[in-house]
């Protein structure tokens, strides 16, 4: 199925990508996110159009599938190759699927780097984002800092394919390997970018597991549906410590307002401005970093006002 096609399906203008007629000398770079409907990106998206302006000459494509799904982006960069684009920027969904299009891309001639969730073997020339593996680690070292007396937690991933999400979920295990912590049958539930489902599953986590006492959703996805995520802290037992990842802005707010004990975040913007850098020095022949890691934002109700 064609691009066009899949767009169409979807409702989406195909203009997105067809867009107006660029000059000889605009770079198109294409951000390709692993769902459109994932606010997360939304914020990669700004960053990746807002340097893009300042730089001039370059074109911010932001486009991929509109819910998580791993075949639709390969083909999304399938049609992007076709289009020759001058540079890709994928957050990978399925490091498999993903790893042949990326060599089909460079075969093209077209730079990729990844940025978010990495394929390291796909011949990608740079990462940009978070160190996967330290994020989750920091989620369980919240924890343990808020109830270092352990209980049971469970967690909520996106896809189960995806290599980043992964890592994360062994961080949090490495972090509270050794404590009193326990992790429940079934976790991680993987809701595959799916905020209301997501939110299904931190209910099931409680009913499955009536005395656990602690959830960590290693992406944003249960507060990215805030009614649903209010309505469940307001009827989840108290003694459940809900330590979440992200630190989008309605994040923040329901933290203040009690409706989480601590987020950490990543920082998606700045994804989107190093990602233009990155594919801008590429294509103009320079060296750049392999791994580039934008760190990491811990934010609890006590360094919030600071942190704002």
């Known amino acids: 199925m064609t691009l066009t096609r899949l767009l169409a399906t979807a409702g989406i203008a195909t203009a997105l990508l067809a867009g107006p007629t660029f000059a000889q000398d605009t770079l198109r770079f294409a951000v390709v996110p692993k769902a459109m409907n994932n606010p997360f990106f939304d914020f990669a998206r700004d960053g990746c159009e807002a340097r893009a302006a300042e730089l001039g000459g370059i074109e911010c494509i932001y486009i991929g599938p509109v819910e998580h799904e791993p ?37 093209a001639g077209i730079p990729v780097i990844t940025f978010d969730s990495d394929a390291p073997d796909s011949g990608r020339t740079a990462y940009i984002g978070t160190n996967n593996y330290d994020f989750g680690h920091a989620l369980g ?9 352990g209980g049971t937690y469970g967690m909520i991933s996106g896809g189960a394919a995806a290599p980043n999400l992964a890592d994360r979920v062994q961080g949090v295990r490495d972090a509270l390997a050794g404590s009193d912590w326990t992790e429940v049958d079934g976790s991680p539930m993987f809701c595959n970018d799916d905020s209301a489902l997501a939110v299904q599953q931190a209910n099931d986590l409680v009913t499955a597991n009536p005395d656990i006492g602690a959830i960590v959703p290693v992406g ?11 309505n469940f802290v307001d009827n989840a037992p108290d003694t459940v410590e809900l330590v979440v990842a992200d630190t989008l802005p309605s994040q923040l707010e329901m933290l203040g307002e009690g409706y989480a004990d601590a987020l950490v975040g990543q920082r998606p913007y700045e994804e989107g401005v190093v990602a233009m850098d990155t594919l801008l ?9 392999e791994i580039i890691y934008t760190g990491l934002d811990l934010v609890t109700p006590e360094n919030l006002a600071d942190f704002m």
Do not use: C, Y
């Not at 001058?86 to 957050?91: E, H, K, P, Q, R």
């Not at 070292?141 to 007396?149: N, S, T």
């Open 71 to 107: 075949a639709t982006q390969a083909q999304i960069i399938e049609d992007l190759i076709t289009q020759g684009v001058d540079g890709l920027a994928i957050s990978v969904a399925d490091e498999a699927a993903a790893t042949t299009v990326i060599q089909r891309a460079i075969e």
């Open 141 to 149: 070292d919240m924890l343990l800092q808020l109830k270092p007396e």
């Open 220 to 230: 944003g996805w249960p507060m990215f549906a805030p009614d649903g995520w209010k």
């Open 281 to 289: 020095a590429i294509h103009n022949g320079e060296a750049v970093d």
